[in-house]
């Protein structure tokens, strides 16, 4: 309890002294009970003297709340019991273990303290010291309030495997989860119950048509629009691009002209130093593929005293 719970405390145990028809402790004596409760919840305390009044004909004293609440979230096994689950633990030295248990620190704790009788064959003595060490050692843990924590420890027979866990799952020493990790096929409380036929068609119903809405061909998801800073971007670099192929292409084009008249005047010299007269001739015919060549022939012939009447 917190020191806030204290009206709320003595509250709870004036109403059970009053329903007993006795008075409430002195202040003195309250802060020794306050103190003295002070582990547990004011919850744990009020429940503890409502079931006083209900069982109990005399004024309630601190042992009776702590033995009430201690009995009620008390966990641990008996030192008998706990000697049943330690002879299935054990195996000898060089044993792997065919039994499947499910045990607790303490238990493998006052197992290690014995275990060497028990390798010698004295069980007699190893079951009497067991329970003395078991009892020490889980008396220590009441009191610091602490529970156990229960764990699967898996044999060789595997035929056990599913028996024992699914025994400590029902008995809500370990979790199903941590149940079906130490062995996944474990079914859940409750799976071995009949099944309605009702609700079986009905839930194959439902499969069925969610397996014919899956089956559906989907239509094609629309493009989403892409971000202004992305769209702007693409834009640049195709404008980039077009200029870039603009010029390449020009570049082509004058390559293109500066060899045909390279070509031109290669091939005027070469007409001229043989027959100039030919070349005109050849303008004549096809005068618009040499539109440039055909006056300067005419220049070249303008200047040629040989030429023909």
């Known amino acids: 309890m917190q020191t806030q719970d204290k009206a709320e405390f003595t509250q709870a145990l004036n109403l059970c002294c009053s329903t007993l028809r006795q008075p409430l402790p002195e202040p003195n004596a309250l802060k020794l009970w306050f103190k ?17 009044m209900q069982t109990g ?25 706990a000697w049943a689950i330690a002879k299935l ?21 006052a197992l290690d303290h ?18 003395d060490c078991y009892t020490r050692i889980v008396d220590v843990a009441r009191q610091k309030q602490q529970k156990p924590r229960w ?7 595997n035929s056990q495997h599913e028996t024992v ?22 079914a859940c409380p409750g ?8 609700i079986a068609a009905k839930n194959h119903s439902k499969i069925a048509e969610v397996m014919a809405v899956l089956s559906k061909p989907r239509a094609a998801a629309p493009a989403r629009d ?52 030919a070349v005109l001739s050849m303008v004549a015919c096809r005068p618009i593929d040499f539109p440039d060549l055909a006056a300067r022939v005419k220049a070249i012939i303008g200047g040629n005293s040989g030429a023909p009447a």
């Open 191 to 198: 799976d071995n119950k009949p099944i309605d036929p009702k």
């Open 165 to 186: 866990i699914g025994k400590a799952v029902n008995e809500g020493r370990i979790a199903l989860a941590d149940g079906r990790a130490a062995f996944p096929l474990l």
């Open 57 to 81: 004909r005399f004024a309630p004293v601190p042992v009776d709340v702590i033995g009430y609440i201690d009995k009620s979230i008390d966990c641990w096994v008996s030192d008998n019991e």
């Open 89 to 109: 633990a054990y195996a000898k030295p060089g044993d792997p273990g065919r039994n499947t248990v499910v045990v607790c620190n303490e238990i493998e704790q």
């Open 114 to 131: 014995v275990r060497h009788l028990l390798d010698e064959g004295d069980n007699f003595n190893a079951s009497r010291a067991f329970r």
């Open 151 to 157: 764990r699967v420890s898996l044999g060789t027979d």
């Open 226 to 277: 892409k971000a202004p800073e992305i769209s702007e971007a693409e834009q640049q670099k195709a404008e980039q691009k077009r200029r870039v192929e603009e010029y390449q292409a020009s570049e082509a084009r004058k390559h293109a002209l500066d060899e045909r008249e390279a070509a031109l005047a290669l091939r005027e010299a070469a007409l001229t130093a043989r027959d100039p007269w």
């Open 36 to 52: 003295m409760l002070a582990p547990y919840s004011i919850e744990q305390v009020r429940g503890a003297l409502r079931h006083h």
